[in-house]
């Protein structure tokens, strides 16, 4: 009687959000992956079926760049967030005292309070030829005239960073603190130095909060469109911005679909690769 009521008691606590996930997530997704089989002949949509779309994505170069620009870009963001985050995360868990980790981790947290767009914006004013960091630069004598830092790939890929290095910080530092103290001692029992010790015990029992903290900034990151868009002035073509053009001044709405799809293959892929990884006890 109790092995009865245990599958349907399931049900009934995950049916509320199933049908949620249902309705506002995978139909949407639904409709978005078959319109993008439709295709947009002048001012209608013809519905029949057809691969147009994708063809056209593939064979015509400006979207293959925005794709390439993407990659390029999230790429970047992750490898810099990554080597900016461990640094802080291991002396966090290994050099801070327990008492005054929590709160160093709020601190860390409170750019996640701020405004997404709010912080575009600050970084374009400390980046624009009249910001702070040409300021400092002519000021100590590095140069001698402003230089182009604002609506280029070095400033989105600078926001990227500043706006992911924490949550980066935050996985790498929950699988830090899951490594046994045993371990670490062990090894320098046994005569490993301290960069042995990194090297065979601390780092590889790490990287499943590294790989957590890299796929979910590559996730937010190749979706972003506010950022690239803001910091990056739009110079240099992304694949979200080129999704936003088609709907926004094409109205090309199965192309868009299209678009859409490609980069949800994309993120599908990359989590593929790192599923194995994607957990914060490696497990």
Do not use: C
Request: aromatic share 12%; net charge positive.
């Amino acid at each position: 009687m109790t092995q009865n009521k245990t599958p349907r008691k399931g049900w009934i606590l995950t049916g509320p959000a199933l049908i949620w996930t249902s309705i506002f997530f995978l139909a949407p997704m639904g409709m978005v992956i078959a319109y993008s089989f439709f295709r947009r002949v002048g001012g209608s949509i013809d519905t029949s079926p057809s691969l147009y779309n994708y063809q056209r994505i593939f064979d015509e170069p400006v979207f293959l760049d925005a794709l390439k620009n993407s990659l390029e870009v999230v790429l970047i963001t992750v490898v810099v967030s990554i080597l900016v985050a461990y640094p802080f995360a291991y002396i966090l868990a290994y050099r801070v005292p327990p008492k005054w980790q929590r709160p160093l981790l709020l601190l860390a947290v409170l750019p996640f309070w701020t405004s997404y767009v709010v912080r575009s914006y600050s970084w374009l004013l400390v980046l624009a030829k009249n910001g702070v960091v040409n300021g400092m630069m002519q000021t100590t004598g590095l140069i001698s005239e402003p230089v182009s830092l604002a609506n280029t790939r070095l400033a989105t890929v600078i926001g990227f960073v500043h706006f992911f290095t924490m949550l980066v910080s935050l996985t790498i530092y929950a699988s830090l603190t899951q490594i046994p103290d045993s371990y670490r001692k062990a090894a320098r029992d046994l005569g490993a130095s301290s960069p042995m010790t990194f090297l065979r015990i601390t780092l590889p029992l790490s990287m499943p909060g590294v790989v957590v903290g890299a796929f979910l900034t590559f996730v937010l990151a190749i979706g972003d469109f506010i950022t690239p868009q803001i910091l990056g002035g739009g110079q240099e073509l992304l694949l979200p911005q080129a999704i936003m053009l088609q709907v926004q001044r094409r109205g090309d709405f199965p192309l868009a679909a299209a678009l859409s799809v490609i980069l949800l293959v994309i993120v599908i892929a990359v989590y593929g690769v790192s599923a194995k990884r994607l957990t914060l006890d490696g497990k």
